[in-house]
């Protein structure tokens, strides 16, 4: 069974950075998509952005791109989310997700796999 563990949020000012990791065990991977989405309080989970298992292809939501990137350590099994310049606006809890590579990946219904989610709280 798939399992995804995340870890690096916390509480940290305006334009501070955080490293998010997922380490993901139980499967080989290989032909899978890893991917972020955050949850705010009242809000509906939101995609944050996404890697492909290989590497090669990364996609990123429009109110993160150019601050956060999305990195993966294939050899660890782990996926990274580097956030900088963060905003308030960033406050949410991170989940990481896996998915085999149905549907669309923007879209929570296409991930199988789930973590417990890390807090991050970006202060003003």
């Known amino acids: 069974q798939v399992q995804l563990v995340e870890s690096g949020g916390g509480l940290v000012q305006a334009g501070g950075s955080l490293r998010l990791s997922c380490v993901a065990s139980g499967g080989t991977f290989s032909n899978y998509f890893m991917a972020w989405f955050r949850q705010a309080p009242g809000n509906e989970r939101e995609f944050v952005s996404m890697i492909t298992w290989s590497g090669g292809n990364k996609y990123y939501a429009g109110s993160v791109k150019g601050r956060f990137t999305i990195s993966r350590d294939a050899a660890n099994y782990t996926v990274y989310l580097q956030m900088n310049s963060l905003k308030p606006e960033d406050t949410a809890v991170y989940y990481c997700?896996?998915?085999?590579?149905?549907?669309?990946?923007?879209?929570?219904?296409?991930?199988?796999?789930w973590g417990q989610g890390t807090q991050v709280t970006v202060s003003s």
């Open positions: 997700a896996a998915t085999r590579g149905t549907g669309n990946f923007r879209s929570t219904s296409a991930y199988q796999f």
